[in-house]
């Protein structure tokens, strides 16, 4: 199991949590802290002791104070981490809910897992950490399921047409833009049908649900 663990998380109770789960893994060492800023300091002391951290288990967002900070986001964190420490192991928990989001921390920021805060979420913290010590990668059967529905369905001309319609462009405009950038089909006929499809394949009943849809798991 890991020897040494650095939490980084702004609220007290979530921090007690993940606490509890740390010690019934049996993890003999490990710190918290609530700034990003100072997150990043400790790894960078840590590595210079040559007693680095080998699992950061870090939150997302992190609401503003009287404390000026230059890493306001977990996102921010974790690629500043990457380039001091790039073998770090990274469990991101957090209450994001947008799979494009969380489909992001693997691709770009390529984190090694990710648990939602909700019930029962110190077993899954738990589960999580002992798979990823073990070499897996642990992302959430639900964000798995979303995102091959997306990249299945939807493609570029498709979000363009998604986001413009989100912008308030009447299909009229949206076919002069399309016309414009030389996306085809761009007749008023062809979006319409494309539009009746995607709201079929996402369950919307109309626009502005589809619209809210996308919204929701990160899409626009």
Request: contains cysteine.
């Given at each position: 199991m890991f020897k040494k663990v650095l939490i980084v998380e702004d609220q007290e109770i979530m921090n007690q949590g993940i606490l509890n789960t740390i010690k019934e893994l049996n993890?003999?060492?490990?710190?918290?802290?609530?700034?990003?800023?100072?997150?990043?300091s400790r790894i960078r002391t840590a590595l210079e002791k040559k007693s680095p951290y080998d699992l950061l288990i870090a939150d997302l967002s992190f609401e503003k104070d009287h404390i000026p900070q230059r890493l306001r986001s977990g996102q921010e964190l974790?690629?500043?981490?990457?380039?001091v420490q790039p073998g770090l192991k990274i469990v991101v928990f957090s209450v994001e809910k947008k799979a494009k989001i969380i489909d992001?921390?693997?691709?770009?920021?390529?984190?090694d897992g990710f648990v939602s805060k909700a019930r029962r979420d110190g077993q899954d913290l738990k589960n999580t950490i002992r798979k990823i010590f073990n070499g897996e990668t642990v992302i959430p059967q639900e964000v798995l399921n979303t995102m091959r529905h997306i990249s299945?369905?939807?493609?570029v001309y498709d979000m363009k047409l998604i986001e413009l319609l989100a912008k308030g462009h009447k299909q009229s405009e949206i076919s002069t833009y399309l016309k414009n950038h030389r996306m085809t089909p761009y007749g008023i006929r062809s979006i319409e049908k494309r539009l009746n499809e995607l709201r079929d394949n996402l369950?919307?009943?109309?626009?502005?649900e589809m619209i809210v849809i996308c919204k929701d798991i990160g899409l626009i």
């Open positions: 993890i003999p060492d490990f710190d918290y802290v609530m700034y990003c800023d100072e997150a990043l974790i690629s500043e981490v990457k380039k992001d921390l693997y691709k770009i920021y390529q984190v299945s369905e939807f493609d369950g919307a009943k109309n626009n502005i």
